[in-house]
Every structure is written in structure tokens, then in C-alpha cells.
């Protein structure tokens, strides 16, 4: 029986330090966003919609990493690189969706309502991309990118890569381009993003569900031999 636990916490620790590596191991350098970045410019690249993941909505502001997303999203979107917005996040740690908040935000900042598009069933950071480039495909948008975080970008460049049949490009932001509206603050109602009857994934799932989660465990792929998705 002692044996028995001491690998399951042998295990245990493992995959946290797994998850751990996998969500902070590697992160696109200042030096390589601004190249990017500077790429498409150069190349003239503009995209029928970016994705957006979702962060948790708490204490009834936005956090430092929800206001980086968001406020890149608008900044993409002012310089006609995006035509469209994919906030991608449900409720899921806190009883807020996380799309809507940050649809709110994009809203109050100037983002046409009409350009606003939400997924609320992604839970994790594979999901957001899955569930984003299905709604994309529902709009007849042929052309997608992912605008977040240099850290979230480089973590699934990967699999953006691997599995959809049209590139989702990583677009991750840039600090210096940040830095010219991060005096904005606009203040919303979170009414209309509240879920009602909330319970937390980690009140509804265990750690390695959750993890297995993480890793894209639970996609309803179309082609669910191969686990992708078709060009758009």
C-alpha cells in the first residue's frame, strides 16, 4: 500500500511539473514578437479574424493579462490587420464568461459590436483555438490568427500548426506597441457575462482530467482519426 502511494505521488508530481513546463517553459522573446510583428506589416498581412483567449474574470476588474490580450486585440483590429475579434473563453473558474468580459472591454474601447464574435465552450487553451476556428468556418472566414500573450502563443504554436488544415497564425503581442494605450481603462458592466448556477472545472473536474484537458484531450475533431480540423 505504501509503495502504491508513493508512486501515485511520485506521478502525481511528475505531471505537475510537466504542466508546469508546458505552460511556462518557453516564451517568445521581446526581440522575436517585434520581428514578427514587423513581418506582418511589411507583408501587408491582414487576417478575416484573430483569436482571442480567455483569462479569469475576478475581483470585478481585469487583470494584467486580460488587459494585454484585449487591448492588442484592439490595437490589431485599429490597424486594419483584423477585421474581426474571436474572444474565446466560457465560464470556468470564475462565474463570469470569459468571452463576453472580454467583448465588453473590446466594446468600450471602440471594437464595433458587429465585429464581436464569442466562443463560451472552450476551457482550455487548446479549446479556445479549436472552438474559435469552427466559429470562424461558421462565418465563412477564411484567414485566422492568434493574438495573445508572447508566452501563450509560443506554447501552442505547435499545435495551431499541426492540427488545422488553414495556418492559424500566432500574432503575439507586442510590449513597446502596448505601452501607447495602457492608460486606457474602460470600465463595463459584467451582468451580462454572468453564468448563472456557476460551478468551477475544479470543483467539476480532477487535476489530471483537467490536465488531459490542457493537452486537448476532449476536442470533437471532425476527422477523428487523424484529430484535425479541415482548411476553412
Given at each position: 500500500?505504501?509503495?502504491?502511494r508513493?508512486?501515485?505521488s ?8 510537466t504542466?508546469l513546463l ?5 516564451a ?7 520581428r514578427?510583428?514587423?513581418?506582418i506589416?511589411?507583408?501587408?498581412q491582414?487576417?478575416?479574424?484573430i483569436?482571442?483567449?480567455g483569462?479569469?474574470?475576478r475581483n470585478?476588474h ?9 487591448l ?10 483584423a477585421r ?5 473563453g ?7 464568461y ?10 468600450q ?8 464574435f464569442?466562443d ?10 479549436f472552438?474559435?476556428?469552427?466559429l470562424?468556418r461558421?462565418?465563412g472566414?477564411?484567414?485566422?490568427a492568434l ?13 495551431a500548426r ?7 497564425v500566432?500574432i ?7 505601452k ?5 481603462e474602460?470600465v ?5 457575462a454572468?453564468?448563472?448556477?456557476f ?6 473536474e480532477?487535476?489530471?482530467k483537467?490536465?488531459?484537458g490542457?493537452?486537448?484531450a476532449?476536442?470533437p ?6 484529430k484535425k480540423?479541415?482548411k476553412?
Amino acid at each position: 500500500m505504501m509503495l502504491n502511494r508513493n508512486r501515485n505521488s511520485s506521478f502525481i508530481m511528475l505531471a505537475c511539473l510537466t504542466l508546469l513546463l508546458y505552460h511556462t517553459g518557453c516564451a517568445f522573446s521581446k526581440k522575436q514578437t517585434r520581428r514578427m510583428f514587423a513581418t506582418i506589416k511589411q507583408e501587408q498581412q491582414t487576417f478575416d479574424a484573430i483569436i482571442v483567449p480567455g483569462v479569469p474574470f475576478r475581483n470585478g476588474h481585469w487583470d494584467s493579462i486580460m488587459k494585454g490580450r484585449v487591448l492588442w486585440s484592439y490595437l490589431l483590429y485599429k490597424h486594419g490587420i483584423a477585421r474581426n475579434i474571436i474572444y474565446s473563453g466560457g465560464a470556468v473558474y470564475s462565474p463570469y464568461y470569459e468571452a463576453v468580459i472580454m467583448g465588453l472591454y473590446g466594446q468600450q474601447l471602440g471594437i464595433p459590436q458587429e465585429h464581436i464574435f464569442y466562443d463560451t465552450l472552450a476551457e482550455h487553451s487548446t479549446e479556445n483555438i479549436f472552438y474559435s476556428y469552427e466559429l470562424a468556418r461558421s462565418q465563412g472566414f477564411k484567414s485566422i490568427a492568434l493574438a495573445t500573450d508572447p508566452f501563450q502563443a509560443k506554447m501552442t504554436r505547435k499545435f495551431a500548426r499541426k492540427k488545422f488544415g488553414t495556418p492559424v497564425v500566432p500574432i503575439p503581442f507586442v510590449e513597446d506597441s502596448l505601452k501607447t494605450c495602457n492608460h486606457l481603462e474602460p470600465v463595463i458592466d459584467p451582468a451580462p457575462a454572468y453564468k448563472e448556477g456557476f460551478q468551477s472545472i475544479t470543483e467539476r473536474e480532477g487535476f489530471f482530467k483537467r490536465f488531459r484537458g490542457t493537452l486537448g484531450a476532449y476536442i470533437p475533431w471532425p476527422d477523428k482519426e487523424q484529430k484535425k480540423a479541415p482548411k476553412l
